[in-house]
């Protein structure tokens, strides 16, 4: 399927996301959030840390990682068309090649209910991601730091608030406020992020799942740039 999931259906988004968002809390529903409090069943993957963290350093290793061009152009142009994405699983469609590669993510993402979207994100080194806003509000967003530069980390701003990834440590984030990654390494920064439901009332939790449901035809054209890679010739 050709087109953006970012920007289909304008006037039907901006109207559920301010149920979503409403829901949530408004504009002082918090920014940077414990794992533990909003996403608990991400200890599970956290205590397998060293295995998932060798099997992304291995992919990466072996294979040339598309960049966000090749998922959606249109919203790549908005954000960074040189962030480098691996796609495990794209709204409930897993990647065979994830089933290879990272095991230990795509298992813990087909076994968790509350799991939408399970990637890879590289920052190449000096490559920022500017000032925006994730398109749908529905979800919140989960990083787990698998590699982190030693020369001037980089870290995210939301709204006000600053985050520096460590190696090992996982944060929640409520990426439909202003953010940006400010990165002035001369080092590669490697995440694991995952997107599960936000937690809203009963109302607009069936809104959100039937509004993530109907993403779904979308997912073919994230897994699918992300299976036919090319591997390393060296």
């Known amino acids: ?30 920014r940077i959030m414990a794992p533990q409090q909003y996403f608990p069943e991400v200890r599970a993957l956290e205590e397998k840390f060293p295995a998932l963290q060798a099997e992304v350093e291995s992919l990466l290793a072996r294979r040339e990682i598309p960049r966000y061009g090749a998922f959606d152009p249109v919203r790549a142009a908005q954000v960074s068309e040189d962030w480098k994405l691996f796609y495990a699983l794209m709204f409930g469609q897993p990647n065979e090649l994830a089933r290879a590669e990272c095991p230990t993510l795509l ?22 991601l500017p000032p925006h806003r ?14 982190v530069p030693t020369d001037k980390p980089p870290r995210i701003r939301l709204e006000d608030e600053y985050y520096q990834w460590k ?3 996982g944060v929640v984030l409520d990426v439909n406020h202003e953010h940006e990654v400010i990165n002035e390494s001369g080092q590669a920064r490697v995440i694991v992020i995952i997107d599960f439901h936000r937690p809203l009332g009963p109302f607009a939790g069936l809104l959100n799942r039937f509004m993530l449901r109907r993403k779904r035809k979308w997912a073919p054209q994230f897994v699918e740039a992300s299976r036919y890679d090319v591997m390393h010739t060296v």
């Open 134 to 147: 994730d398109p749908y509000a529905g979800v919140l967003r989960y990083h787990l730091a698998i590699r």
């Open 107 to 128: 298992e813990f993402a087909e076994s968790t209910p509350t799991v939408v979207n399970a990637f890879i994100s590289i920052l190449e080194p000096g490559v920022p």
């Open 167 to 169: 190696e090992g440590e």
């Open 1 to 30: 399927m050709k087109g953006s999931v970012s920007v289909n259906h304008p006037r039907i988004r901006a109207a559920t996301n301010w149920i979503f968002l409403r829901a949530a809390g408004g504009a002082k529903r918090p």
